[in-house]
Every structure is written in C-alpha cells, then in structure tokens.
C-alpha cells in the first residue's frame, strides 16, 4: 500500500492578514469595495474578508467572478456583510452595475473591452512571486474554449468562442514587466493557449524575434491541449523560451472520455511526447482521479502508462465543479455539496461506488511516491538500490524543510481537522 503520509496536510495564506487589508481599505476611504471571488474553496476567506471590511469601515461590498456568478443567492443568504453579488465577466458585470447605482434601474452599457485592459502590475510587488530565483507573472492571452469538456464551466463565464488579444499588446505588457519589473518567467493561464495554431505560430514567433524577451522563459502551468500540438509548433515553443510542457490527458479510457465529450484522439499523444523529449522539454502529464464511474484500476492503468513513458504524472483529484455539466448531475451528499471549503482536490471529497477517499488518497499517494523514484534528474538517474532510495528520502526531507519554510512566512494557515480552522499566526 502506498504511503498516505505523502499527501496534503494543511493549507497556508500569504502576504497581508484579513486585519491589515481591512485598514489599508479604512486609510484609502473608497465609496465602495469589490472583491473577487473566483474559487469555491477559497470563498470562506472573501466571506472573513468581507466581514472585517464591513466592520471596519461600513462601507458597501459587492463582490463578483466564477464562484460569485453561481452561488449568488447562496452567497447572499451566508454572508449579510455582502451587498451585492455581480454575475459573468467583470467587464461587462461592473460597469452595468455602477450604472444601475446611479440611476435606479438595471442599464445597459457598453462593457470594456478586455483585451484592451492590461492588468495593474505595478501593484504588485514582483519579488513575492518567484520561481526559483527569478521573478515571474501570470497573464492571459486569451479566453474561452470551443470544446465541452463535462467537468468544465469555462465556457459559463467566457463562453465558448475562443478570443485572443493582438500578439502586439501582449508582447507589450511582456516587455512592460521584464524592463520595469525584472519579470523573466511568464507563466500563461488561457483556457486554451494553443487552439488557434495560427495565432500561438505568430505568438511564439514575435517572442524569438524581440530583441528584449529573448532570455525569457514561458510556462502555460494551466496546461496546453495536446492534439493542437505537432513537432513543428513544439520546436517553436522551445525556441521562444518553453522548457516544460504540461500537458492533460485527462484518462487513457476512450469511452470515459466520450462520454465526458473530452475531445482528444490518443493515436498523436505517443508521437508529441517523443518530439517534444527529442527537443528537450521537461514534460508532466495530467491525469484526473476521481471522475464518476472511474475505476481504481483504470486509473493505475493510466498512471502507470504514463510512467512508463518517462514523464511527470500530474494527478489531478476531482473535486465538484460549479458551473459544469458534470456537477449538475453529480450525486453527492448535501453535507459535501453545502461545505464550499471541500470543492478542492486536496479535499478527496468526492466519493463514488468505485472510489472511496482512501482509494483517491492512495492513487495519489502512489503517483508521487513513483514520481519521486523517477523523477528524471540526472544526479539521480546516476544511482541505484540503496542509493537511490537515500536521494528519495533526502528529497522528501527538503520537501518537509520547504513546508516548514512556508509555515513560517504564513500569515494563516488552515486545518481543516480544527473546530476553527483557520489558524491566525504570529509575523
Ligand atoms: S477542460 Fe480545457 S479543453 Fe475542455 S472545455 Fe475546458 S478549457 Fe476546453
């Protein structure tokens, strides 16, 4: 059996407490303050969040994003500290909505036009986002996606055209961030970054030309749908600065995966994984665990597939997912639909006649105790037997070092174990 103490104990926060951002609102004295609230799972900490504001300055909240857009009403009747929930897009949704303060009744308004808007980078401060030792940034080049994945609800805030911004402003805000900023890794978080082939062809393009990016590095950590993907575009890839690719499999089963409607003809994934090796590329791959009627031993199949093909294997544990086909015909007990902390795949929540908690905890226990036997660094690759088992545990050793580094800075952490689970800390 696999070893259980290698998954997921406890949950940290970071950067400012609920108390300190309560009084940075008070000191700016706003007419009125949105939050975003974009993940079921986190939606207890916009709920304390708003909470401390509302006490702090009295002022009106209203808040908006995905999970905002399908729970209003549930969102309304948890949290009176809430005045307002906005739905979809924030864009059209917040000018809408400032309108209709001003003159009583819904109106209508032309929405801004997102793929004019750059974020505020220079709100942040670049040092608390690093990898390794360099400084990185998430941003989107576009949004939507055409296909119908059932455990997917992109499609319920972005819809289901797939829109990207001109490669111009894109670079733009690229070169923004590395000159000004010091930014050298830019991590894409699209829906689907590689759809439209032409479009990425001259993305990646206009990068290797730039004379400022050129020692850049690219990741799409959100992962990249590998049937767009073909030798060609991957050497592109690695030329304007890819060195991992992640990409999702979702499950080996062809028959699960139509009746998910997952789109992805597995006769190219052997192919891409072999040019994207001969490139270079680090490569992890996706696969999900917990997906109703999902059998143990389907997924071990796919697991181990996997690592028999020498990557990463990514186990993506399935949690409830609002706004999906999927969740609407999801049979799950009222205790679990009703508790939003449980809608995170570190929860296991998700329990089927096939797979109970322990099942999903040990497949995932088993995938990164295999992973941590393979993980192909070279240093490791070297040694054998005892050896190797040694580098094993002095791996996890670091890991655990790391977890207590993480502790230390947390401004909270959370156990979901406690009566109350969040845990303020001492700075
Ligand atoms: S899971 Fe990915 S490919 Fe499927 S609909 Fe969602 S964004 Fe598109």
């Known amino acids: 059996m696999a070893n259980r103490s290698l998954v997921f104990r406890n949950f940290y926060a970071f950067g400012q407490s609920v108390a300190e951002i309560a009084q940075a609102v008070e000191a700016i004295g706003p007419d009125m303050v949105g939050i975003a609230s974009q993940f079921t799972a986190y939606y207890q900490s916009v709920a304390r969040l708003a909470a401390a504001i509302k006490a702090k300055t009295g002022l009106p909240i209203f808040i908006g994003g995905h999970h905002a857009s399908f729970f209003d009403r549930e969102i309304r009747r948890r949290t009176p500290q809430i005045d307002y929930v906005l739905k979809g897009a924030a864009e059209t949704a917040v000018p809408a909505f400032l309108a209709s303060l001003k003159t009583g009744h819904a109106f209508k308004v032309n929405p801004v036009q997102w793929k004019k808007v750059t974020p505020a980078h220079e709100l942040i401060e670049p040092c608390h986002y690093v990898m390794g030792w360099k400084k990185y940034i998430s941003l989107i080049a576009g949004r939507g996606c055409p296909y119908h994945c059932d455990f997917c609800s992109v499609h319920r805030m972005f819809g289901r055209r797939i829109e990207y911004r001109g490669v111009k402003a894109v670079l733009n805000e690229m070169r923004f961030n590395y000159t000004h900023r010091g930014v050298r890794i830019f991590n894409f978080e699209d829906d689907n970054l590689s759809f439209d082939t032409r479009w990425f062809a001259r993305f990646l393009n206009a990068v290797i030309d730039d004379p400022v990016l050129k020692q850049v590095e690219l990741t799409a950590m959100n992962g990249i749908c590998y049937p767009t993907l073909d030798e060609a575009l991957l050497a592109l890839m690695r030329r304007a600065g890819f060195k991992q690719l992640n990409l999702a499999l979702v499950t080996r089963d062809f028959a ?145 070092k790391i977890d207590k580094n993480h502790k230390n800075q947390a401004v909270e952490s959370y156990n979901p174990q406690s009566a109350d689970p969040f845990l303020p800390r001492n700075r």
């Open 256 to 400: 699960l995966k139509r009746r998910l409607r997952r789109p992805a003809p597995d006769r190219d994934f052997e192919q891409i994984l072999a040019a994207a090796r001969r490139l270079g590329f680090f490569v992890t791959v996706y696969v999900i665990i917990g997906l109703p009627g999902q059998s143990y031993a389907e997924i071990k199949e796919s697991i181990d597939y996997l690592l028999g093909l020498d990557v990463l294997v990514g186990p993506s544990v399935f949690y409830l997912p609002p706004g999906s086909t999927l969740y609407d015909r999801i049979e799950a007990p009222r205790e679990v639909l009703n508790n939003w902390n449980l809608y995170r795949s570190s929860a296991f929540a998700v329990e089927t006649p096939q797979l109970d908690r322990k099942a999903l905890i040990d497949l995932v226990a088993y995938t990164r105790k295999r992973n941590l036997e393979n993980r192909p660094l070279p240093a490791q690759r070297a040694v054998e037997g005892k050896d190797r088992k040694h580098q094993v545990l002095k791996r996890l050793k670091y890991e655990i």
